[in-house]
Antibody, heavy 122, light 108 residues
Framework: QITLKESGPTLVKPTQTLTLTCTFS??????????VGWIRQPPGKALEWLTL???????RYSPSLKSRLTITKDTSKNQVVLTMTNMDPVDTATYYC??????????????WGQGTMVTVSS | SSELTQDPAVSVALGQTVRITCQGD??????ASWYQQKPGQAPVLVIY???NRPSGIPDRFSGSRSGNTASLTITGAQAEDEADYYC???????????FGGGTKLTVL
């Protein structure tokens, strides 16, 4: 059974750096075809893809946020860490991590964490 | 703006069939995946690939693609299907993921 859980601060101040950890179980991030992604959702708004890290350490970032994002993995700890610099109130959102299955012709975020709400305010 | 475009809202009578669409140039090359999100809950994958349902997803959910449009069809919509639905695929470069703006489905 695959599970993921996000953890980190619930409140950050503008200009600070946000660090979120996704701790997972039920799969290995060294298995071919596997990835972990981060997706966020501002209150009442749509999902927004942020970043994705693959089993081979290939990393992809949203072009609009690339300069502010870093994703890393610790395979031994079953964790993926997201850092986002220079936080702004518009970054207030629920942040989700999700297991990503990458196939030859189809792929999807097939299992999601419960999400963690992050508020940016002074 | 999103590279995948969805109608903001769609309604369907209980027991009838509804199609939710997602348009984008990248869909000519890549399949979309579809997610159901109910208030206060995390999204759940309902369709991926050509027309694949994860375990536990009712067979009234199906997917298709034609040209630059991916569709999620619910045949015999139930009250519990009322939710927001999002499509996801690669962007036009093929290197990044992108979500559609979401469709709010109301079951009347």
């Amino acid at each position: 059974q695959i599970t993921l859980k996000e953890s980190g601060p619930t409140l950050v101040k503008p200009t600070q750096t946000l660090t979120l950890t996704c701790t997972f179980s039920g799969f290995s991030l060294s298995t071919s075809g596997v990835g972990v992604g981060w997706i966020r959702q501002p209150p009442g708004k749509a999902l927004e893809w942020l970043t994705l890290i693959y089993w081979d350490d290939d990393k992809r970032y949203s072009p609009s946020l690339k300069s502010r994002l870093t994703i890393t993995k610790d395979t031994s700890k079953n964790q993926v860490v997201l850092t986002m610099t220079n936080m702004d109130p518009v970054d207030t959102a629920t942040y989700y991590c999700a297991h990503f299955s990458s196939g030859l012709i189809d792929d999807a975020f097939d299992i999601w964490g419960q999400g963690t709400m992050v508020t940016v305010s002074s | 703006s999103s590279e995948l475009t969805q109608d903001p809202a769609v309604s369907v009578a209980l027991g009838q069939t509804v199609r939710i669409t997602c348009q984008g140039d990248s869909l000519r090359r890549y399949y979309a995946s579809w997610y159901q999100q109910k208030p206060g809950q995390a999204p759940v994958l309902v369709i991926y690939g050509k027309n694949n349902r994860p375990s536990g997803i009712p067979d009234r959910f199906s997917g298709s693609r034609s040209g630059n449009t991916a569709s999620l069809t619910i045949t015999g919509a139930q009250a519990e299907d009322e939710a927001d639905y999002y499509c996801n695929s690669r962007d036009s470069s093929g290197n990044h993921r992108v979500f559609g703006g979401g469709t709010k489905l109301t079951v009347l």
